[in-house]
């Protein structure tokens, strides 16, 4: 299995900044990508940013330029800078993450692939 283990979500004052983590642990061959999504009360989940293996970023539109995902690194962790938040950053940010688990024989070879969720932390940015 493969687990999320996310942190940083909390009040933060309009115009503000918070960092979000989220580290993958568990039987892992490699992570192909990782990735920060988010759902407001009465609204359906959207990408806020994610990031694949290959140093590629992807941002929603919302946050384009205010939101900054990390590379993956090592030890399969990435953080979320935000910068500049509103009450319409306000949600529950889930951090997502897919690659393949070490085959049954060990981890010199890939086996299945996989894709988690993260049981999410709540930002709230007031009015």
């Known amino acids: 299995q493969v687990h999320l283990v996310e942190s940083g979500g909390g009040l933060v004052q309009p115009g503000g900044s918070l960092t979000l983590s989220c580290a993958a642990s568990g039987n892992i061959f490699t992570i192909n990508g990782m990735g920060w999504y988010r759902q407001a009360p009465g609204k359906e989940r959207d990408l806020v940013a994610r990031?694949?293996?290959?140093?590629?970023?992807y941002y929603g539109d919302s946050v384009k330029g205010r939101f900054t995902i990390s590379r993956l690194n090592a030890d399969h962790t990435v953080y979320l800078h935000m910068n500049a938040q509103n009450a319409d950053d306000t949600a529950l940010y889930s951090c997502n993450a897919h690659g393949y688990y070490c085959s049954a024989d060990g981890c010199q070879r890939p086996g299945a692939h996989f894709e988690v969720w993260g049981q999410g932390t709540l930002v709230t940015v007031p009015e």
């Open positions: 990031v694949d293996a290959g140093g590629g970023s």
